[in-house]
Structure formats: structure tokens, C-alpha cells
């Protein structure tokens, strides 16, 4: 038990010492009456207590105001044990292509997120967070512990959101870096996520990796498709919701190229048990244990002084006025 404002009982000094001179002021004007004293004539009980009672129960009341005023606080620690202490960017293609129904009974994008989702609930208090791109890149979520509002995030995640077409990898890239490069963590790493190549943007995938090299940011690169065609669906202004049969695109050369660079590692899922069987690899991959700081709580425990300081208050009304009220 500790006190945060432990300078505030210099005012249950001044209860105390008004406690006092109040009894001593009574004593005083007792002595003064003009009234012989009854020798052998004890004074009753009801007087006695009237006398010291009400400025005793007030001066009690007063002390646990001010213990309340102080506010106790009762602190307890929790070990956070050991996490890893590494910054993750996820870098995620949303462009329209990871609609492609080729991880059934979903599309691309959908295994992605499930994906993602159970490797961020996975990791032990790493800062974790979100780029997405298509034909532009933006922050999602910034890196953060905060895993629900992260998971949410990516839940969010729809083909086509980022309202440009193509699929800018370099951008997505670049993206993810400026929002790590600046971070303590003591390992960093941006796991990319596409189903395509590089047709747009602004940065070329292989000056983006030199970029994240520079950083010392890892690149873990991730082809997500099968191999040949897939059916994905197409909304047509005239038939409506049509399927239409798409080709494989994914560029592995650069990909690869993009993992060396970095000294990452590139992976090709074409199914969505393989794709969390890759993101278990890099959960496996990225363990620097560290040391978490202890997590230190106060409560405050003011509310039962100042609750026996009322009562007490409750208890002196009671009997000035009803028990020890004295008649003429």
C-alpha cells in the first residue's frame, strides 16, 4: 500500500490538533461556569460522552478524509515473462486478381487474411502492422500491440480497395519500410504478400528491396496462387456477375530476387493449408527472445476511509441530536 499524495495528511495533523483544542476549549468554559462544584458529585455518563463523543467521532472522521485525500493505492506487478521484441510490417496485395477462387472454398485474398490473422494472434508481444497495396500503396495499421484492433483491420480487407489498378510491389515495398526503418524493435521484417508482378507504381521491386536493405529490414516474399488458371468472379455491366478464367501471373524471379536481396526467403502457397504452413516457418524464423519489462498496477483503495468517514459523520448527527441530546 503506498500513498500517491502522502503531503496531503499534514492535514490530518490539523484534524488532530483541532480535535484537541476543541476538548480543551470545552474543559475551558466548564471550569469558568459561576456554579460551586458538588464535591464527590461525579458527572454521568451521557454528559461525559456528550462532552468527548461528538469531537472525538468528528476529529476520526476528519484523519480518514484525509487518508482518503491521499489516496491509497494498492500496487501489485505482473511478469510479462519473454516475447520476441521484433517489428513486423505485413505488406498485403489487395488488388481485384486476389479475388481469384483459387483457394476453395474462398479466394487469394480471403486466405490472407485468415492467415495473417492467426500469425498475429501467434506472436508475443511483437509490434505488428499493416501495409496494403494494388496499384498504390497505403498504411493500414501503423505497428502496433494492440492485435485486436489490428486483426481488425485485416478483416477489413477487400480485392480492389485501394481504388488503382495493377499491382505496385515496389510502392508496397517502400511503403512498409518508411513505417519501420524508424522503429527500436531489435529485428525487422516486412512479410510480402502477392498473387501477381509488378506492372505500376512509382519504385521498381528491386530498388525497393536496396531500400529495406539499407534499413536492415528483412524481406520475406510470399507467392499466393496456383499454378495455371483460376475461375474469379467479374461483375459485367451487362450479364451482371460473371466467372471468367484467369491465368497465373506471379512473377517468383523477382520475388526471389526481392528475398535474397534482403536476406529473406520466398515461398509459393497454392493452397490455404501450405500458405499457414508458411507463415508457421516464418513465426519459426523470427524467435529473439527478450526480456519484457513488469507490467506495474495501482488501485485505488480511498473509497473505504472515506466511506468510514461518512459513516462516523452518520454516527456523531445520530448522537449529538437523538442519544446524547441534552434537555434543560
Known sequence: MILAYPYVLVLALAALAAGWWALRRFE?????LPFPRVHGLKPSWRSEAARVLPPALKTAALVLIAFGLARPQQVSSRNQGVGEGIDIMLVIDTSTSMNAL???PE???FAAKDTAVRFVRGRAQDRVGLVIFGGAAMLSCPLTIDYDALTGRIAELEPGMTHADGTAIGDGIVTGVNHIRNSDGKSKVLILLTDGRHNTGIIDPVTAAKVAKTYGIKVYT????????????????????VMVRVRDDLDEDILNEIARMTDGRYWRATSLQEL???YAEI??????????PEIVSRADRYALPVGLAVLLLIVELALSNIFLLRWP
Open 107 to 109: 479466394n487469394r485474398l
Open 102 to 104: 483459387d483457394f476453395q
Open 276 to 278: 499457414r504452413d508458411v
Open 283 to 292: 513465426d519459426r524464423l523470427e524467435k529473439t527472445k527478450v526480456k519484457l
Open 222 to 241: 510470399i507467392g499466393c496462387a496456383k499454378r495455371g488458371e483460376a475461375l474469379m468472379p467479374v461483375d459485367d455491366p451487362k450479364f451482371g456477375r
Open 28 to 32: 475551558g468554559r466548564r471550569s469558568a
